[in-house]
């Protein structure tokens, strides 16, 4: 099989033995060397072809890898498993400024695209941690999140058309730059957020936007979360489209983030409950700024917040977003840092977390709870601080977490994906007739299940 | 087998023989009865999945009724098919003005959900023509558009769960109403816009937004397609997240839609090549106003446009408006009134239009030929006047019409789906890949075919 490989793409493309030495699953832990059959680089979407339809005839599995930045294990590869890195189909085809679109291969990484879409006056919204590493691919495959789902939705609403090679090589093309086509069934949609289980993507049209010329925002404290729902509404009204970011911090995570060793002072006393942070995009930087100064002030009247403070500068921009946005300070607070992801209906968010955060504390090895996250999109994620990595204590912990969440309506993930670590929660998110029609899709697409075998579900 | 339906759900449930001469299969033609060997009409979800079994069993094929407002023949039946009415399906189940989602059962006419909407200070952003008929199973299954699609995306964006009862009977529960949930495949996904083929929607939670406080809206002339493009870049950055709709309308459409025996005048003179009527949706009247306003005599200055009016008052909104939805001006107009809802990048289309207006009206056969549309989406309908019904000039026009789509990455269906009428032309958006792909699907979803056979794809 490794020479029909090397035959098909020639050999610097195929990698095997000493040369996996530099090779890793993940971005994480980049010295532990990766442990497969062998590491395929495909140059285009014609090779990846070639390699699949070879490694269909052998019925060897394949792990695809990206930036390799996932979060739930997805990048996970057995030495029995071949790994492809789509590396090397890193070129942006096209920029259209009129169809407000980008062509790209699935290698580039998210900040390339974030650069060559300010470069011409467009902005292309997904933006989370990872960017400088997160390939596209990935990031479609994951159905990644982020900071301004609530304006622009998820990688889901981002992608027009994407081009993907199916477990048998098959190509299937869907790369039109249009933002409407009822022609069928919607066929992308199959593969973003599979986790690459279903087809391999090659090449995606994205949908951009016009560039924002106004960026407000505003730290607001608050004592009660039904106060917090309020506001939202409130300023999501006020603010009509303009608002881009709603998040929440909790005040034990606020603390944190504002105390040393940090380095950001705390914009707001740091005795409150609930802090939110606000962002308005716009097109009009002090006329924006004053409308979300009377909001405000209007709300502070109302006796809906208790305090607020709006960015004055963009150092002040900086500041803030800073505070929510280096997760590495509570991390570094924790002995061991355990990551949670959920999401459940807004109204129900503040009871959740205050009976999670109650309960997890008492259970011996747990230090504390910092709750933070996507208040607007019912999002929340939780660092919780334990004191060693005992896979009882990570169980227990997990199924405190996750277990309310199907009564509730909630999902175990709402943006980072099952991959292997949550495999075991799915069916607190799922019902066993959505995980039996889950696992249909996966044996009609990939009936050898060569693709990312083991992901999301198992097959029997 | 209707003895087991009866048994099922009672006699009252199930229409044979004179019970179905007051049915018909679309909303245009109610004086045509309806065909079938029964008219099912389920009260819940269990009786739709009793039914479903008792069909599978006996490999019985069934066309599923909702508003029959479709506009490609979805509804279409045969003598040897039955019809499944949601007709009874028809409650609001809940709405939450926290999480801003309301839970429907997909009999539920989509007026009804708007006005809904707004006794709660919310909207559902959805818009078209058919609103007072259209039931929101259909609108689903259509993954219908309308006239804001720029600002809160298609019916697909508007859909946070979906329960859907697959063509065996089984009951696919997916109705939790967050806003995230990357937690395995998305499955709601593969039934939107699937056009009743994959499975029976019989429940949705729907995403609503606040309800906007201001409107304003106004024509504006242009000569050059380019200067369009450039307006709607100019307007979208400069009314930031505030632009709702952005129409254009070609000047022999204008022309018919403003003179008699049309009711409306002018906004504008006559003598223009494009018209775009343009909306925002904000927060604040005046504020709102103002802002359009500056930025129209911006546009003016830096000529960009030619001319510009703004709605001054609800009435004046009601006339710009009334002017773009009252198509019925143009059907009257036409001896055969020819529709099309075709798609492609939106830098292409000046040139695409002006191609086919100019050989269109060269066919033997054939008056004039009326564009306008959802130019922001990259979405046109034309109207084309025929002078006979005859199969042969319909064709004509239709290849003349859809051919070009398929080398500029177009689609023959932006909005109004595939069903019986658009099957020929499913090749000109879709590759031969992605077809066998949708067949795949279907056959896997539903491997006796009895769910809409025959709508979107035929299988071999």
Same mark, same amino acid.
């Given at each position: 099989?490794?020479?029909?490989?090397?035959?098909?793409?020639?050999?610097?493309?195929?990698?095997?033995?000493?040369?996996?030495?530099?090779?890793?699953?993940?971005?994480?832990?980049?010295?532990?060397?990766?442990?497969?059959? *062998?590491?395929?680089?495909?140059?285009?979407?014609?090779?990846?072809?070639?390699?699949?339809?070879?490694?269909?005839?052998?019925?060897?599995?394949?792990?695809?890898?990206?930036?390799?930045?996932?979060?739930?294990?997805?990048?996970?590869?057995?030495?029995?498993?071949?790994?492809?890195?789509?590396?090397?189909?890193?070129?942006?085809?096209?920029?259209?400024?009129?169809?407000?679109?980008?062509?790209?291969?699935?290698?580039?990484?998210?900040?390339?695209?974030?650069?060559?879409?300010?470069?011409?006056?467009?902005?292309?919204?997904?933006?989370f941690g990872a960017k400088g590493s997160a390939q596209i691919?990935?990031?479609?495959?994951?159905?990644?999140?982020?900071?301004?789902?609530?304006?622009?939705?998820?990688?889901?609403?981002?992608?027009?058309?994407?081009?993907?090679?199916?477990?048998?090589?098959?190509?299937?093309?869907?790369?039109?730059?249009?933002?409407?086509?009822?022609?069928?069934?919607?066929?992308?949609?199959?593969?973003?957020?599979?986790?690459?289980?279903?087809?391999?993507?090659?090449?995606?049209?994205?949908?951009?936007?016009?560039?924002?010329?106004?960026?407000?925002?505003?730290?607001? *404290?608050?004592?009660?979360?039904?106060?917090?729902?309020?506001?939202?509404?409130?300023?999501?009204?006020?603010?009509?489209?303009?608002?881009?970011?709603?998040?929440?911090?909790?005040?034990?995570?606020?603390?944190?983030?504002?105390?040393?060793?940090?380095?950001?002072?705390?914009?707001?006393?740091?005795?409150?409950?609930?802090?939110?942070?606000?962002?308005?995009?716009?097109?009009?930087?002090?006329?924006?700024?004053?409308?979300?100064?009377?909001?405000?002030?209007?709300?502070?009247?109302?006796?809906?917040?208790?305090?607020?403070?709006?960015?004055?500068?963009?150092?002040?921009?900086?500041?803030?977003?800073?505070?929510?946005?280096?997760?590495?300070?509570?991390?570094?607070?924790?002995?061991?840092?355990?990551?949670?992801?959920?999401?459940?209906?807004?109204?129900?968010?503040?009871?959740?977390?205050?009976?999670?955060?109650?309960?997890?504390?008492?259970?011996?090895?747990?230090?504390?709870?910092?709750?933070?996250?996507?208040? *607007?999109?019912?999002?929340?994620?939780?660092?919780?601080?334990?004191?060693?990595?005992?896979?009882?204590?990570?169980?227990?912990?997990?199924?405190?977490?996750?277990?309310?969440?199907?009564?509730?309506?909630?999902?175990?993930?709402?943006?980072?994906?099952?991959g292997v670590h949550k495999k075991a929660y799915?069916?607190?998110?799922?019902?066993?007739?959505?995980?039996?029609?889950?696992?249909?899709?996966?044996?009609?697409?990939?009936?050898?299940?060569?693709?990312?075998?083991?992901?999301?579900?198992?097959?029997?």
């Amino acid at each position: 099989m490794i020479d029909e490989l090397i035959k098909a793409i020639g050999s610097p493309s195929v990698l095997v033995g000493d040369a996996l030495k530099d090779r890793y699953v993940h971005i994480w832990s980049m010295s532990d060397s990766l442990s497969a059959k *062998a590491v395929i680089i495909p140059k285009n979407t014609e090779e990846l072809s070639a390699i699949l339809k070879i490694c269909h005839r052998y019925s060897q599995k394949v792990v695809v890898h990206g930036g390799k930045t996932n979060l739930v294990g997805s990048t996970e590869c057995k030495e029995s498993e071949m790994v492809i890195s789509l590396e090397k189909l890193n070129q942006i085809e096209e920029i259209d400024v009129n169809s407000r679109t980008m062509t790209v291969q699935s290698g580039v990484i998210l900040e390339h695209i974030q650069n060559h879409a300010k470069e011409h006056d467009l902005l292309f919204p997904l933006n989370f941690g990872a960017k400088g590493s997160a390939q596209i691919g990935g990031v479609i495959s994951t159905n990644a999140g982020g900071l301004r789902v609530i304006r622009f939705g998820m990688t889901r609403q981002l992608v027009l058309g994407l081009e993907v090679v199916l477990a048998d090589g098959t190509i299937i093309n869907s790369m039109k730059k249009i933002i409407k086509d009822n022609s069928g069934y919607d066929l992308k949609q199959l593969f973003i957020g599979a986790e690459g289980t279903l087809g391999v993507i090659t090449k995606a049209t994205l949908k951009l936007v016009e560039a924002p010329k106004s960026r407000n925002s505003a730290f607001i *404290a608050f004592n009660e979360y039904e106060k917090v729902m309020a506001f939202m509404k409130f300023m999501d009204r006020g603010l009509a489209g303009l608002m881009s970011g709603f998040e929440l911090i909790w005040g034990p995570t606020y603390n944190t983030m504002t105390s040393p060793p940090s380095s950001s002072k705390p914009p707001l006393d740091q005795h409150y409950k609930y802090y939110v942070l606000i962002e308005s995009l716009g097109s009009d930087q002090n006329k924006d700024k004053e409308q979300m100064q009377s909001l405000l002030e209007s709300a502070l009247e109302n006796e809906m917040i208790l305090d607020a403070v709006m960015a004055n500068s963009v150092s002040d921009l900086n500041w803030f977003w800073t505070i929510r946005e280096d997760v590495h300070v509570i991390k570094t607070s924790c002995d061991y840092d355990h990551h949670f992801d959920v999401s459940l209906p807004i109204p129900l968010i503040g009871n959740y977390v205050d009976d999670i955060c109650q309960k997890v504390v008492q259970i011996d090895g747990v230090n504390a709870c910092y709750p933070f996250g996507h208040i *607007a999109d019912g999002n929340i994620h939780f660092i919780i601080d334990r004191i060693n990595e005992d896979p009882v204590l990570i169980q227990e912990i997990n199924k405190l977490v996750y277990r309310p969440l199907k009564e509730i309506g909630g999902s175990v993930s709402a943006e980072h994906g099952i991959g292997v670590h949550k495999k075991a929660y799915l069916p607190i998110s799922r019902s066993p007739e959505e995980i039996t029609l889950m696992k249909l899709l996966k044996k009609s697409l990939d009936p050898k299940g060569i693709l990312n075998s083991g992901k999301i579900i198992d097959l029997d």
